[in-house]
Nanobody, 124 residues
Framework: HVQPVESGGGLVQPGGSLRLSCAAS????????MGWFRQAPGKEREGVAA???????RYADTVKGRFAISKDNAKNTLYLQMNGLKPEDTAMYYC???????????????????WGQGTQVTVS
């Protein structure tokens, strides 16, 4: 059973940094497209960053230059380093996984097959 498990959220002041982690349960990251999504209250879920099986990355325009996605295949862990946080980054952040490798390259951030429970990030 594929189950991403997020951690690392919290309360941070504007301009601060956080690093989110996503541990794997039941699968190995090297075979999956991995992504981070977020959803703020009253808003639709949006894609934040994705990393493919070849290590290629893509980001939403709103976080480019501030956030960095990475994965450690040996530890089977995905990360999202968030710098220069803004109040508008406040949201529940979700880790997602999918075997369809094309999904990492999509410009429309389609829904992934496997989702974690989320970790709250509050910038205030």
């Amino acid at each position: 059973h594929v189950q991403p498990v997020e951690s690392g959220g919290g309360l941070v002041q504007p301009g601060g940094s956080l690093r989110l982690s996503c541990a794997a349960s039941g699968y190995t990251y090297s075979s999956y497209c991995m992504g981070w999504f977020r959803q703020a209250p009253g808003k639709e879920r949006e894609g934040v960053a994705a990393v493919g099986t070849d290590g290629s990355t893509r980001y939403a325009d709103t976080v480019k230059g501030r956030f960095a996605i990475s994965k450690d295949n040996a530890k089977n862990t995905l990360y999202l380093q968030m710098n220069g946080l803004k109040p508008e980054d406040t949201a529940m952040y979700y880790c997602a996984a999918d075997l369809r490798t094309w999904i990492c390259r999509s410009g429309t951030w389609p829904s992934y097959n496997y989702w974690g429970q989320g970790t709250q990030v509050t910038v205030s």
